[in-house]
């Protein structure tokens, strides 16, 4: 059974950095695709940024350059490093991991969520 237990989030004021873990076991990162999607209060879930089996990432276009997706094999674990927050970024992230395919991004197995509060 694939599990996956986020951390790291908390309350950062506006600028600063975060850096989120997820931690899995029942699977290997390495082994399928991994991503990181946010739920703000009010508004629909939405995919941040993922990356294959190839290491290859994607990113939302309102993080690219500020959120850094990455993975560790030796610890099996992902990561997002957040910087230059912005209020909007304020929402609950979940780590999940599924299939790339077809140029799509299917997330099968999720993490119950870590919150993220950007605010001064």
């Known amino acids: 059974q694939v599990q996956l237990v986020e951390s790291g989030g908390g309350l950062v004021q506006p600028g600063g950095s975060l850096r989120l873990s997820c931690a899995a076991s029942g699977t290997i990162v390495s082994r399928l695709a991994m991503g990181w999607y946010r739920q703000a209060p009010g508004k629909e879930r939405e995919l941040v940024a993922y990356?294959?089996?190839?290491?290859?990432?994607n990113y939302k276009d309102s993080v690219k350059g500020r959120f850094t997706i990455s993975r560790d094999s030796a610890k099996n674990t992902v990561f997002l490093q957040m910087n230059s927050l912005k209020p909007e970024d304020t929402a609950v992230y979940s780590c999940n991991a599924g299939e790339y395919t077809s140029s799509t991004y299917y997330p099968r197995y999720w993490g119950q969520g870590t919150q993220v509060t950007v605010s001064s």
């Open positions: 990356i294959r089996i190839t290491g290859s990432t």
